[in-house]
């Protein structure tokens, strides 16, 4: 069994869709016997990926910041909870801890968050799935971006191949469980010719 992190926002979006796709995460990878860690907050997207596996009987780790937990943020009633001193401490306990990363529907910090570990990819850091739901897309303006980067040589074709875009939740999960990224030189030939 794996341990699956997910980014999502701490707010519930404007459209119900979100949520329900929230639930529908958290109760399959809980379903399926798998660990769900996450920021460990009892708001939004993240309150509810972590009570719908919760709810279906399955284990769940929040790793949240002292600063935030103290504001009375974090979930009382995780599996495990973890509190750490700072963000990049936060980021990296879920990004050691996890076999592979989803992004759900979220603001500036779900997208840190997923840019900094589909860097590590990248790089060759960790061999990790990273994965978008593109919830009633979502995601599509910024996949447009990311291909941009590609032509514009500021990302490798074969890069951009390894990230993971579904708008159907299994079928990202199981991709995810699946697909293992190969590691491709990041630095484009700087004497070649401008594309």
């Given at each position: 069994?794996?341990?699956?992190?997910?980014?999502?926002?701490?707010?519930?979006?404007?459209?119900?869709?979100?949520?329900?796709?929230?639930?529908?995460?958290?109760?399959?990878?809980?379903?399926?016997?798998h660990t769900l860690v996450y920021g460990g907050g009892r708001t939004g997207l993240m309150g509810t990926v972590a009570d719908a596996a919760l709810a279906a009987?399955?284990?769940?780790?929040?790793?949240?910041?002292?600063?935030?937990?103290?504001?009375?943020?974090?979930?009382?009633?995780?599996?495990?909870?973890?509190?750490?001193?700072?963000?990049?401490?936060?980021?990296?306990?879920?990004?050691?801890?996890?076999?592979?990363?989803?992004?759900?529907?979220?603001?500036?910090?779900?997208?840190?968050?997923?840019?900094?570990?589909?860097?590590?990819?990248?790089?060759?850091?960790?061999?990790?799935?990273?994965?978008?739901?593109?919830?009633?897309?979502?995601?599509?303006?910024?996949?447009?971006?990311?291909?941009?980067?590609?032509?514009?040589?500021?990302?490798?074709?074969?890069?951009?191949?390894?990230?993971?875009?579904?708008?159907?939740?299994?079928?990202?999960?199981?991709?995810?469980?699946?697909?293992?990224?190969?590691?491709?030189?990041?630095?484009?030939?700087?004497?070649?010719?401008?594309?």
């Open positions: 069994m794996a341990t699956i992190c997910v980014f999502c926002g701490a707010n519930n979006g404007c459209d119900k869709v979100y949520l329900d796709a929230a639930e529908r995460v958290g109760r399959l990878i809980a379903s399926e016997g009987g399955g284990q769940v780790v929040g790793v949240i910041t002292r600063l935030l937990s103290d504001k009375e943020i974090a979930h009382s009633g995780l599996t495990d909870l973890r509190i750490v001193d700072s963000m990049h401490e936060r980021k990296l306990t879920m990004a050691t801890l996890a076999d592979g990363f989803i992004a759900l529907p979220g603001g500036i910090g779900t997208l840190e968050e997923f840019a900094e570990v589909f860097t590590w990819t990248q790089l060759g850091i960790h061999p990790k799935s990273c994965a978008l739901l593109d919830v009633d897309g979502y995601y599509r303006p910024l996949v447009e971006f990311f291909n941009r980067m590609v032509d514009n040589g500021f990302l490798g074709q074969e890069q951009l191949d390894q990230l993971i875009v579904e708008s159907d939740e299994r079928r990202l999960l199981e991709r995810v469980l699946h697909e293992k990224p190969e590691v491709f030189l990041k630095w484009l030939d700087n004497s070649a010719e401008i594309c």
